[in-house]
């Protein structure tokens, strides 16, 4: 047991150490730096930046220097526990992206809970009353929200918002509060605006849970075990609730391994077209502007935060289901 | 890296639909019938604008301030009014368009991020050494009071207000002059390559200070086209606001009383660092490079109306009244009126347009879309806006930049060195049918040459050469070309037998003008006269990249400023290696003074060099005769294909609510006057 989980912790620096890597060749890869980048943009916009300037730039950036340097000094940097500068922001990137990580976690835990929230029940209710007319009118929703991109939902959400109710336009506040100082008010004009994001955040993750809790606990109702329970004269939503429903529970403990990163970085697209303040538009401007101290270092927390989830939920696993911890022994 | 590109095309595509859903449903509604006046026509008004008065004696003697202010005066927070403003003969006074205005009122508009303080810099430019009046033309005092140029060229001073005071309430004087000049710009630790704008023929100036409030500029060579750069949006005369927050050093003056405290110089080398350090910066350079900038340091001192009090790079960028602005309007009110600038962080620029629509901005033409105008103008009433119209001065929003260094297919490259093969293709464009369909008819169609009022332009019918549709002579040239063997479906075949002529053509996605569209529709224009483009959408990163190996056969991008043609050059003529389209080769060839580069074949090429050179040290009126003629060479030799432009999709679509007083009908759209700074914002009111 502990040497499983000492073997796994190896395995898990290391692969933060090839992760690290990786991210920082991916930033790479694209032709040009972060001074090409920032002439073209500021070409588009009408504004110029001159040949002495880009020099300038360039130098001070230290991108001018080798990659495998330019690796080096990051990583340097990494084990002081300073990430760099984020270049387009001119902050330390630490900074950068802890503004933005707070209300990250709230959107993206408000969409989990909602997922879960919504899609349990649905579920169970799915599996016990198979073939029923609520049943047949969950699929139906669950596939239409399966089948529609987060971003065209985001799209269509906002203009009907807008349109017929007056909505504020994408954000998490409205103006008036957008920077007054927290106090309650500011909390519940957040809470109003929460909604939106988390369901549209939400809803092709709920369709998906929705599909799969009922099929496990299908598989689980037709067991011998459930019957004899029944026999045995066990109330109904003892049956159901403590062992079949238990057993189908697995698949959702093992996603925690993918909702960690999605926790931090919330959906990228659907961020952007709701125009949340969150991480993930931040890491596709890093990319735009290969600003590459801050897109390696959210590419390298979201890998680092997989390989501690999937860890967590491999841990969770052994605790939750009895097989795989007698399994080991 | 690839999975993300194709994510992000997904994303501008959804973004970018269901968008046009609305559009088309809207334009459906609003089209006008035919033969009715353009969408666009009745929204571009007059050309307005306040004016900046230079008669001391038409001063004002008494002065007011804002409430805000006069209340903080009360409780001895702040200096009275009259001693915050510079002595009275040394103000900077300005008569608002319509009338005087009242104090108060937070100016709502959007940004989009960190990269995007151009957002602001260009409300502020009032802290420009000179700057131009708002028709563009003439240059004014703006930080500086007077100007003067010697009759050799040689030098250019400049007077400043005495009494003018910086944000924290220290004077401005020429030593925050040198400061900039012998601290941050000579020192190659932070300065590594001298300014163009800031030499003459490859030989330095240099800054002197006369006396307290005079300061001249000297140069070796005659240089008397200096003034203009002090004047225009260049690294040296666009301010310190806005080069801070470039992050570039620039703007020749800067608050040495506040930033010495950042500089070795001012206590050691280690002591510096460790400063940085300890705030998480890399060294003293990259902390100095961040407390410069207005944008981002709200303590830095500045000269500009507004300061930053949230930074660009929170969700907020929010800026106050500067108490102590050294501007008023014609009755002794101190600028601005609006007390506050509240800019709201859009994701992205779809959301900053559909909350113009709800009304949420208060004057906002940034970010604002041509493509949306129908949708605009069915919700101004609900919005409470009116939509204006800016028309810009440049030639082309679409320039077919021709890469005339290009030589990775020797054959490709022959043609497109050759003029007449240039000539077809231009006279191969249908721009009205360009025009219709994607600047709704607002724009005006012809060659690359700049509107024909604005200075360098020599004359209306340069607009028009090689600027229109001839299909018949376009075929003849190009049958004189040689490509006179067709395949069976008419396109032209290659000299040399590799099939068909097949050209390829670069576009950039998700910028102001839809750049891709426009080159589709000209590939099925040119199938006219029997030449193949393949229209290759690149990511604007990658497209700048392939112009900097020379890589690119013709790629599509505006040429604005090019109407300022000495200002900003790189539009029309390959010589700022920061960015050649034409051609970076000759343009390092050119920069470089022959030392790198390739130098071209074209003695036209040769000669426009020639003459770009000479006219920065020529008097006003030789020089303006010489851009004529550089104007001439550009559009006969077509180096760029002009198609669309004089429109107003280039930050020309203003969303101004019924509430703003002093906004004026039409405004300079240009980037040499900063727009909307030469409309004066900090005459801009709430009524």
Known sequence: MVAYIVRRLLLAVLTVWAISVLSFAIIHLPPGDYVTSYIASMSASGSAVSEGEAIAMREQLGLDQPITIQYAKWMGLMLQGNFGMAMEWGRPVSDVIGDRMSLTVVISVAAIIFTWAVALPIGIYSAVYRYSILDYAFTFIGFIGLAIPGFMLALIVMYIGFAYFGANVGGLFSPDYAEAPWSWARVWDLTLH???????????????????????????????????????????????????????????????????????????????????????????????????????????????????GTFISDLLLMWVDPRIRLGQQ | MKLMRAVRVLASLGLAGAFAMGSVGAAAQTAAPAGAPKIGSSLIGKLQGPEIIRDAKAFPKTFKEAPTLAALVKDGKLPAVDKRLPEPSQLFVVKPLDQIGKYGGNWRRAFTGPADHENGNRIVSADKILTFDYTGTRIMPSLARDWKVSDDGKTTTIYLRKGAKWSDGKPLTADDFIFWYEDIYLNKNIVPTPFFEFQIDGKPGTMRKIDDYTVAFEFAEPYAFFVYQLAGSTAIGAGLATRGAFQNWGGAYAPAHYLKQFLPKYSSEEAANKKAKDLGFDNWVSLLRNRYSWALNPE?????????????????????????????????????????????????????????????????????????????????????????LDPGLNGADVALHVGMAYDADPEIGKLLRNKDFRHALALGIDRDQLNEAFWLGVGT?????????????????????????????????????????????????????????????????????????????????????????????????????????????????????????????????????????????????????????????????????????????????????????????????????????????????????NNMGNVPDRQTNAQHVRTPYSSQPITFYFK
């Open chain 2, 300 to 388: 830095l001192p500045v000269m500009t109306p507004w300061k930053t009090v949230s930074p660009i790079n929170t969700p907020t960028w929010a800026m106050e009244r500067n108490p102590y602005f050294w501007g008023v309007d014609t009755a002794g009110n101190q600028l601005p009126y609006i007390d506050r600038i509240t800019m709201s962080l859009a994701e992205n620029a779809e959301v900053a347009n559909l909350r113009a629509i709800a009304g949420e901005y208060d004057i906002q033409e940034r970010h604002m879309h041509l493509s949306k105008l129908p949708v605009f103008l069915e919700n101004q009433k609900k919005g409470n806006y009116t939509v204006k």
């Open chain 1, 194 to 308: 929460l909604p939106i994001p988390a369901i549209v955040l939400g809803i092709s993750g709920t369709a998906q849970l929705i599909r799969i809790m009922r099929s496990n606990l299908l598989d689980e109702l037709r067991k011998p075990y459930v019957m004899t329970a029944r026999a045995r004269g066990l109330p109904e939503y003892r049956v159901i609730l403590k062992y079949p429903v238990r057993v189908a529970l697995n698949p959702f403990v093992s996603t925690i391994g993918y909702l960690l990163p999605y926790v931090v970085s919330g959906s990228i697209i659907v961020s952007l077209v709701l125009s949340l303040p969150t991480v993930g538009p931040l890491l596709l401007k890093a990319l735009i502007a290969q600003d590459m101290f801050l897109a390696g270092t959210i590419v390298l927390l979201l890998g680092v935060l997989t390989v501690v």
């Open chain 2, 445 to 657: 169609a012809g060659s690359v040459a700049p509107a024909p009022d604005s200075v360098y332009s020599p004359g209306a019918e340069w607009n028009k050469k090689w600027g229109v549709l001839d299909l018949r002579q376009s075929n003849e040239l190009l049958d004189k070309v040689g490509l006179t063997k067709k395949d069976p479906e008419g396109y032209r075949l290659r000299p040399d037998g590799k099939g068909r002529v097949r050209l390829e053509m670069v576009t950039v996605g998700g910028q102001f003008v839809p750049y891709t569209q426009v080159g589709e529709m000209i590939k099925q224009q040119w199938k006219k006269i029997g030449i193949d483009v393949d229209i290759k959408e690149l990511e604007r990163n990658l497209a700048f990249t392939r112009d900097n190996n020379n890589e690119n056969q013709i790629i599509t991008w505006a040429n604005d400023g090019s109407e300022v043609l000495f200002l900003f050059p790189r539009h029309a003529l390959p010589v700022d290696a920061a960015e050649a389209h034409m051609g970076i080769a000759f343009a390092r060839w050119y920069a470089s003074k022959g030392q790198s580069g390739k130098k071209p074949d074209d003695p036209e090429m040769l000669r426009a060099f020639d003459l770009f050179r000479s006219a920065f040290g020529m008097k006003e009126e030789d020089r303006v005769k010489a851009g004529k003629e550089l104007w001439k060479i550009i559009v006969e030799q077509t180096w760029s294909i002009g198609t669309v432009g004089q429109s107003p999709a280039f930050m020309g679509v203003r969303i101004v609510k």
